[in-house]
């Protein structure tokens, strides 16, 4: 793989933060208002990296109107206690380190509604670490990852896009990167699994925060 690239993308639920207890007790408030009980919040997994419209729609048939709502309940708690329950993982503020010593730009391109996706850096002080970020607006006219990425192209001004990376955990964002051809890596430390990332056809997977900086390091970027 070609190591001159100097825009690193990254995902932000499962790749820079274990999200999943503030988005799946989201999910569990929104559906409740359906008079849906879902007791496991492992079952709601599912839910952590794609679309939340689309998930509704793929996994309890809610049209579109009924999948509004359920995102509307599902903001709020979100935006409450949801964005809160969350944390950093181990060792990625080194890979952000390593990477900024190397004078590589850091940017986020996430599905998650870009004010939330700010608030979140800010929260864990990581912000700093990058040049923009890149999300979803609440109209759900940009959410789909590949549309966040050509986004993320575009308002960085990155015409090249061999100098580009994109790191994530699910298949969105594997076949997001395809659709604006950069390269990417998978990481198996988040939501995704190892049969996801390679059908989706990632062109490297890591293992842990560790073997990501590893990888990194070895590419001399």
Request: glycine share 6%.
């Amino acid at each position: 793989m070609d190591n001159n690239f100097e825009y690193i993308l990254f995902d932000l639920d499962g790749t820079i933060t274990d999200s999943g207890e503030g988005i799946t007790k989201s999910v569990q408030y929104a559906l409740k208002h359906f008079g849906i009980i879902e007791d496991n919040l492992s079952d709601l997994n599912k839910f952590i990296g794609p679309p939340l419209k689309d998930s509704f729609k793929r996994f309890y048939n809610f049209d579109d109107e009924k999948a509004e709502m359920g995102l509307k309940k599902y903001r709020e708690y979100y935006a409450k206690k949801g964005i809160y329950e969350n944390s950093l993982y181990d060792g990625i503020v080194e890979v952000f380190e390593a990477l900024m010593k190397r004078d590589k730009k850091i940017i986020l391109a996430t599905s998650k509604p870009e004010v939330y996706a700010k608030e979140i850096l800010k929260y864990f002080k990581v912000d700093n670490y990058f040049t923009f970020t890149a999300g979803a607006d609440f109209e759900e006219t940009r959410v789909n990852k590949g549309d966040v990425i050509k986004y993320a192209l575009n308002e960085a001004k990155i015409s090249d896009t061999s100098k580009v990376i994109m790191v994530g955990d699910r298949e969105h964002d594997i076949i997001g990167a395809k659709e604006n051809n950069i390269k990417s890596i998978g990481v198996l430390y988040g939501y995704g699994d190892v049969i996801e990332l390679t059908q989706a056809r990632a062109d490297h997977i890591v293992k842990s925060t560790e073997e990501l900086l590893n990888y990194f390091i070895q590419m001399k970027l």
